[in-house]
């Protein structure tokens, strides 16, 4: 069974690809189906459902279910089918590394053309709020009863970006301006500019805040993140494609996956497909299911981490490489 929040406007009986925003729906959805309109069901029963799906804590039974949850927010210009499609992806990565940690995708209307892409940021705006008052809050809540489950968060591309949303209106919005906080929040293609993930920046200082560590994963080669600086006039690089700023604070740690990406996806270069890869390719690659699984879990140090290495001279930035088995270390060629 699938858990999903959607806030897609439904027409015939179906989730739309428009830019419109609908209510908040609560889905349980067969393994096998993808997420339709009929699947919703009440939000209590929703929420009571996932927290039946933790054990008991091991270290104390009368403390209630414990384990991990991950929020996944995708990116723009994403269909129903394909937000699908990467929340099995990553379920099954996290199933594969021995990882117990049921995925919660969190579908928003991002359009279907690229010509909405400004018009989707705005969308991405508006229904920032809804992660966290429909769908982190609550599981925080529950967290008065006897419950100790741990809520994560993974943003994809745009997804990012209402994810920051979401976590800067928590400070300022009634509806969500109460105290929580998520353990880790992972960023993957984040369309987010870098440099606002400073220290003590205005835009990103509450994302700071209510969470445990942030993780940002930035591939210099990513193609779609430099489509996304054209559209806006080319300013502010992503923090997809260039990684962290200098001065981010030491709860943000920055794994630059170019090198590894390059040594293994540079044959599709020139093609639509390697575009569409260098943005994407970390739903599939299980190099960064071992490396997400490991980050979620928690129980080692980031900067020993097995699928990364640390650069020298190290302390110079919150800077890891991701590496592959056998650790590819070598430079890719310079890119225009």
């Known amino acids: 069974m699938k858990y999903w929040i959607s806030v897609r406007k439904v027409q015939a009986g179906r989730f739309t690809d428009k830019p419109e925003l609908g209510p908040t729906r609560y889905l349980r959805v067969p393994d096998a189906e993808v997420p339709a309109?009929?699947?919703?069901?009440?939000m209590s029963q929703w929420i009571k459902e996932i927290i039946a799906l933790f054990p008991p804590s091991p270290t104390d039974p009368k403390k209630g279910p414990a384990g991990d949850l991950l929020f996944f927010v995708h990116g723009y210009n994403n269909t129903v089918e394909e937000?699908?499609?990467?929340?099995r992806r990553i379920q099954a990565g996290l199933?594969?590394?021995?990882?117990?940690?049921?995925?919660?995708s969190f579908d928003w209307p991002s359009g279907h053309s690229a010509l909405g892409y400004l018009e989707d940021r705005d969308n991405a705006r508006i229904t920032a709020v809804r992660?966290?008052?429909?769908?982190?809050?609550?599981?925080?809540q529950a967290q008065d009863q006897p419950c100790n489950i741990r809520v994560h968060v993974l943003g994809h591309s745009?997804?990012?970006f209402v994810v920051r949303e979401a976590f800067d209106h928590a400070d300022d919005g009634q509806v969500t301006a109460t105290p929580w906080t998520a353990g880790q929040l992972v960023l993957i293609a984040g369309d987010v500019s870098s440099i606002s993930f400073s220290a003590d920046d205005p835009e990103t200082e509450s994302t700071y805040r209510h969470c445990y560590r942030l993780t940002n994963y930035s591939n210099a080669y990513d193609e779609v993140l430099q489509i996304s600086n054209v559209k806006r006039i080319g300013l502010a690089p992503?923090?997809?494609?260039?990684?962290?700023?200098?001065?981010?604070?030491?709860?943000?740690?920055?794994?630059d996956c170019s090198y590894y990406f390059w040594s293994k996806?540079?044959?599709?270069q020139g093609t639509e497909d390697f575009l569409l890869t260098s943005h994407s390719w970390y739903f599939s690659d299980e190099v960064f299911h071992k490396d997400l699984a490991i980050t979620l879990r928690g129980t080692i140090d980031r900067h020993v981490i097995p699928t990364r290495s640390t650069p020298e001279p190290a302390g110079m930035r919150p800077l890891a490489t991701m590496s592959s088995l056998i650790n590819i270390s070598q430079e890719p060629p310079p890119r225009g």
């Open 37 to 42: 309109p009929n699947h919703q069901i009440g």
């Open 83 to 87: 937000v699908d499609s990467r929340h």
């Open 95 to 104: 199933t594969a590394n021995n990882f117990s940690c049921p995925v919660v």
């Open 131 to 140: 992660l966290v008052s429909g769908g982190i809050k609550p599981f925080v």
């Open 158 to 160: 745009t997804g990012a």
């Open 238 to 255: 992503r923090v997809g494609r260039v990684g962290l700023p200098l001065d981010a604070p030491q709860k943000a740690v920055n794994v």
């Open 265 to 268: 996806y540079e044959k599709s």
